[in-house]
């Protein structure tokens, strides 16, 4: 929900109860009627029938809206059950097969569904880029298949709330109809909107759909909401306006979160006050047990994963760039997995704030072996005891540029803070079942796509992963910023049977001169300029093993030209698009 979302809600809901208690009606009674805490009376403007018919009909279509989307839920969990099979299975197959042709050429139709559906934009090209009016933020533009979903959610919100309403008959008697149902339906969808808001939302893991999908729909239920609340609130001739301002949002982050969560407790606190003693009270109870539940199990993690054992410690490194390494020593890790990410705090730089980032490796702490007298470690990825886990954090505003003062400041650029880690999240897309892999990062990107490199070279060496061929391609401004995972690169490209997997292009856009741009070997290629996206992708697809994988984290401009190269390829090849993005 957003910041404009929230102060509606807590404008309107006290003015709702005001002029509620004035007229005698809230969200069960009639606008006439007298409201007490065990029931209501109708409106002197109709009968009985019709005020209970009205009150059936109600409940019926709040139970319809919870119907509707918990087969949308089941719909998605088969969707996921299905698609999980042929990945299983198509890595079974291919494990010991080298050329996997079977599995290179395209389901047409579901090529068809991928390029016109799934992969693409709502309408060109646009989709991970964030619209701009001037100061004004308007979010991020859905894809085709989420714009098709919120258009039936929204024309469902837009249905219930007037059906039914006899609009030729009694106007008294037609407003509170449409008060009633408007507020029911706003208690209701609060549901989904707290279900999705959280970072630990059961439905990111059984449907392996990302947070950031989820955030973008709960924005969407959000204004649903508020539209709602301002309907109940107008059928009682109450005009207000919505204050809240997107700007805040984006120039003070932090000042936002915590101020939209008090809100919430604050907008919830008035609702359930309004709706003592009716039946919309038992959504709201919902509502109150899912964001409590919530936020308990953040603070159980949290403490479990910090607390005790000497705490969790974060080592500060200043890196070439504006940029800072971060490793993460925690009391109790968990098993580190391609893909993760956590939330930091420290409470040295700020101590209520809380951000995500992607974990970039995982090590064993270092030790002494007795027997040899050196230091050594222990890189497996899916060793259990892992102790430190590491991450790039770019210098930008508020909580990473005071990361980067306290790194600037600290001797030889290197610190040890207390901090806290708040995770695992992410860590849903396995690449193990493509022959070929193609991976695009864009800047500190890379840090969310070299543990899956990691992880494919490691998993061919062992043989059990599907993968042959992984290519790997990095848009940088700078030479300098290969200082950011050098240590960690250097890793991959001394593992075994590297060279017989994977090739990797740099592409350096802002290069000081030539002499900057020159390529170490064969399998490491350094380019001045932006790749063709579409030129790199096109001639991997002419020589791909198997099904192929393409991945991209990075601007919202690579990964718009990554999705359309793919989705022309589709029927062609078989081909799938696989992003990931962050967005609040």
């Known amino acids: 929900m957003s910041l404009r979302s929230i102060w509606s809600l807590v404008l309107l809901v006290p003015a709702t109860l005001v002029v509620g208690d004035e007229s005698g009606g809230s969200h069960g009674s009639s606008s006439n009627g007298e409201s007490s805490k065990g029931g209501n009376k109708q409106s002197n403007h109709e009968s009985p029938d019709v005020h209970a018919a009205a009150a059936v009909d109600n409940a019926r279509f ?133 279900v999705m808001a959280g970072r630990n939302n059961p439905l990111i893991g059984l449907l392996n759909i990302s947070f950031d999908s989820f955030n973008l729909v709960h924005r969407w239920f959000g204004r649903i909401v508020v539209l709602q609340a301002l309907a109940h609130t107008l059928a009682h001739v109450v005009k207000l306006h919505d204050n809240g301002n997107a700007i805040l949002r984006h120039a003070l982050y932090e000042t936002f979160l915590h101020l939209h969560i008090a809100l919430v407790v604050v907008s919830v606190a008035f609702l359930w006050m309004h709706l003592d003693g009716l039946y919309p009270q038992k959504y709201l109870l919902v509502v109150i047990i899912l964001w409590v539940a919530e936020r308990s199990t953040r603070v159980l993690l949290l403490v479990y994963r910090n607390v005790g054992r000497g705490g969790t410690k974060a080592e500060l490194e200043l890196l070439p760039g504006d940029a800072c390494r971060v490793s993460i020593k925690m009391a109790r890790p968990w098993t580190f997995k391609p893909g993760q990410h956590g939330f930091i705090t420290i409470p040295s730089v700020g101590l209520w704030t809380s951000h995500p980032f992607s974990l970039a490796w995982s090590d064993s702490e270092s030790h002494v072996d007795s027997e040899k007298g050196f230091v050594a470690t222990q890189p497996d990825i899916l060793a259990p005891s892992k102790l430190c886990m590491s991450m790039i954090v770019r210098r930008r505003d508020g909580f990473t540029e005071k990361l980067f003062q306290k790194a600037e400041r600290s001797p030889l650029g290197r610190t040890t803070v207390t901090a806290l880690i708040e995770g695992p999240y992410g860590g849903r897309q396995v690449l193990h079942s493509y022959g070929t892999v193609m991976i695009f990062a864009g800047g500190v990107g890379i840090t969310h796509q070299v543990p899956f490199v990691r992880d494919l070279v490691a998993g061919y060496a062992n043989g059990t992963v599907a993968t042959r061929r992984v290519i790997l391609i990095w848009v940088i401004q700078s030479p300098e910023h290969l200082e950011w995972i050098r240590p960690w690169m250097t890793t991959i490209l001394a593992m075994d049977k590297r060279r017989d997997i994977l090739r990797i292009q740099l592409f350096v856009t802002r290069p000081r001169s030539t002499k900057e741009i020159h390529s170490p070997s064969a399998t490491v290629q350094m380019f001045p300029g932006k790749p063709n996206v579409d030129t790199l992708i096109e001639m991997e697809s002419e020589n791909q093993v198997g099904a192929m994988g393409v991945s991209v984290c990075g601007t919202g401009g690579l990964s718009d030209d990554v999705r359309a190269a793919v989705r022309r390829r589709q029927g062609v090849r078989n081909i799938d698009f696989l992003e990931e993005s962050f967005t609040w």
């Not at 407003?175 to 609060?190: A, E, F, Q």
Request: proline share 3%; net charge positive.
């Open 62 to 194: 709040a139970r319809y809206t919870l119907s509707v989307l918990a087969a949308v839920v089941v719909a998605l969990f088969v969707y996921r059950v299905v698609i999980h099979s042929v990945r299983y299975i198509r890595t079974l197959t291919c494990l010991n097969n080298d050329t996997q042709e079977y599995f290179k050429t395209p389901n047409l139709a579901f090529g068809s569904v991928k390029q016109h559906l799934l992969y693409a934009p709502l309408l060109r090209r646009r989709h991970n880029r964030e619209i701009h009016f001037g100061w004004f933020h308007l979010g991020y533009v859905p894809t085709r298949f989420q714009s098709l979903f919120l258009f039936g959610v929204i024309g469902m919100n837009v249905v219930l709330s007037v059906y039914g309403i006899e609009w030729h008959g009694n106007r008294t008697a037609a407003l509170s109809h449409l008060r009633n149902r408007t507020g029911t339906l706003s208690i209701v969808n609060m549901i989904p909107l707290v």
